[in-house]
Nanobody, 120 residues
Framework: QVQLEESGGGSVQAAGSLNLSCAAS?????MGWFRQAPGKEREGVAS???????YIADSVKGRFTISKDNNKNILSLEMNNLQPEDSGLYYC?????????????????WGQGTRVTVSS
């Protein structure tokens, strides 16, 4: 059972930045970030595979960067130029067997989430 723990969420004003981190209890080949705003479905934000190949959602492309330290089992998400519509609960997810990178919801392991609030 892979344990995932997110950190780094908080409150910022529009155009601000935040860096999220996800510590995994062990190495996992495929990892990703997802978010869910109140009243909305969970959506994929960014994913990365074991080779460092990223897949970034169009809604955040050019503003968010995903990276993965395979030695430390840490997944990161650098978020710049944040906008109010980026607010939500951000989840880290991981899976051994899915085709990766992937922004679908098929990941087997999920963290508890870290909240991001962007005010205008």
């Amino acid at each position: 059972q892979v344990q995932l723990e997110e950190s780094g969420g908080g409150s910022v004003q529009a155009a601000g930045s935040l860096n999220l981190s996800c510590a995994a209890s062990e190495y996992v080949r495929c990892m990703g970030w997802f978010r869910q705003a109140p009243g909305k479905e969970r959506e994929g934000v960014a994913s990365i595979n074991q080779f460092g190949t990223p897949y970034i959602a169009d809604s955040v492309k050019g503003r968010f960067t995903i990276s993965k330290d395979n030695n430390k089992n840490i997944l990161s998400l650098e978020m710049n130029n944040l906008q109010p519509e980026d607010s939500g609960l951000y989840y880290c997810a991981a899976d051994y067997s899915i085709w990766c990178p992937d922004l679908g919801l098929r990941y087997k392991y999920w963290g508890q989430g870290t909240r991001v609030t962007v005010s205008s």
